[in-house]
């Protein structure tokens, strides 16, 4: 079974410039999740999404950043304008949640490494 | 607030040694799940293990070896007879019913020697 894609896996751009990360999660799971991994602040939950309605973006870091899921089996994240300072590897996760006591695993992609000179 | 220390930030073993990492969780919420998750050298994040809070009874998988204790709020960790290729950074994290989301700790980079 394919299990959570990301693309691309290494992105480099210039300050100012538009980012847009892609995510296809794993076929049948409803929630979906966007990290940043940096070295200073670890694991960051950036957003999720339930049956594609964004939950809690509260880790956004600012209004340059964007996240939608038009379906269930796509999601983007898009950093407009990119600054050095979002040099980062960016994780999207999948799971499945069928109920509210239930917290499931989450499955994650490969991670896109971003550098933003 | 929800909350996952790993003190240990760097451990360094021989290969064959046993090797226990720790994790200390914070939470108010009576139903709750920890994870273990491995993030090898070459970057993506492995799903390990999931134990909810109503089950503490301790898991082996292989070399592998989880130890949750309720009532010092640990969840350790416990690699037996290590190998290089366990080298690998180890991410504890809790997850509570009510709320999607997961804390992970700031992890532990195991380096395990030939």
């Known amino acids: 079974d394919a299990g959570v894609i990301q693309s691309p896996r290494h992105e480099v751009t210039e300050m100012g410039q538009e980012v847009t990360l892609r995510c296809k999660p794993i076929?049948?799971?409803?929630?979906l999740f966007w990290y940043r991994q940096t070295m200073m602040r670890g694991l960051e939950l950036l957003i999720y999404?339930?049956?594609?309605?964004?939950?809690?973006d509260s880790g956004m870091p600012e209004d340059r950043f964007s996240a939608k899921m038009p379906n269930a089996s796509f999601s983007t994240l898009k950093i407009q304008p990119s600054e050095p300072r979002d040099s980062a590897v960016y994780f999207c996760?999948?799971?499945?949640?069928?109920?509210?006591?239930?917290?499931?695993?989450?499955?994650f992609g490969p991670g896109t490494r971003l550098t933003v000179l | 607030a929800q909350k996952v220390t790993q003190a240990q930030t760097e451990i360094s073993v021989v290969e064959k040694e046993d090797v226990t990492l720790d994790c200390v969780y914070e939470?108010?919420?009576?139903?709750?799940?920890l994870f273990w998750y491995k993030q090898p050298p070459s970057g993506e994040l492995v799903f390990l293990i999931r134990?909810?809070?109503?089950?503490?009874q301790n898991e082996i998988s292989g070399r592998y070896s989880w130890n949750f204790q309720k009532s010092t709020s640990s969840f350790n960790f416990t690699i037996t007879a290590s190998q290089v290729v366990d080298s690998a950074v180890y991410f504890c994290?809790?997850?509570?019913?009510?709320?999607?989301?997961?804390?992970f700790g700031a992890g532990t980079r195991l380096f395990v020697k030939a």
């Open positions: 996760a999948s799971s499945s949640r069928s109920g509210w006591r239930d917290t499931d695993t989450q499955y």
């Open positions: 076929s049948g799971h409803n929630s």
């Open positions: 999404f339930n049956n594609n309605v964004p939950i809690d």
């Open positions: 939470t108010r919420d009576t139903t709750y799940y």
């Open positions: 134990r909810n809070s109503f089950d503490e």
């Open positions: 994290a809790l997850s509570i019913s009510l709320g999607f989301k997961t804390i």
